[in-house]
């Protein structure tokens, strides 16, 4: 799978599958959705690199995507 790309209020939003590292395909400031067994996982990447997350998954894609857009208009403030 490629990585798949969306930018809201400015933000870059990637879908992921379960092998692609977040680090290998998000920059600073950037939101990480990756698909894992047990559902969909939200990932930011902080302006060091470092990298946080939700401490549970989203049941479906569309569920983190909303989430991630959320999120992205929350810092776009």
């Known amino acids: 799978m490629t990585p798949e790309h969306i930018i809201h209020r400015g933000i870059t939003i990637t879908t ?6 977040v680090v290998a395909h998000c920059a600073p400031g950037q939101i990480a959705i990756r698909e894992q067994a047990d559902g969909w996982w939200l ?17 479906s894609h569309a569920e983190a995507l ?3 857009k959320a999120a992205a208009e929350f810092s776009a403030q």
């Not at 992921?16 to 590292?21: C, F, K, N």
């Not at 990932?43 to 989203?58: A, H, N, R």
């Open 16 to 21: 992921l599958a379960s092998t692609q590292d």
């Open 43 to 59: 990932y930011f990447v902080d302006e060091d690199g470092k990298i946080e997350g939700y401490d549970s998954p989203f049941a």
């Open 66 to 68: 909303w989430a991630a």
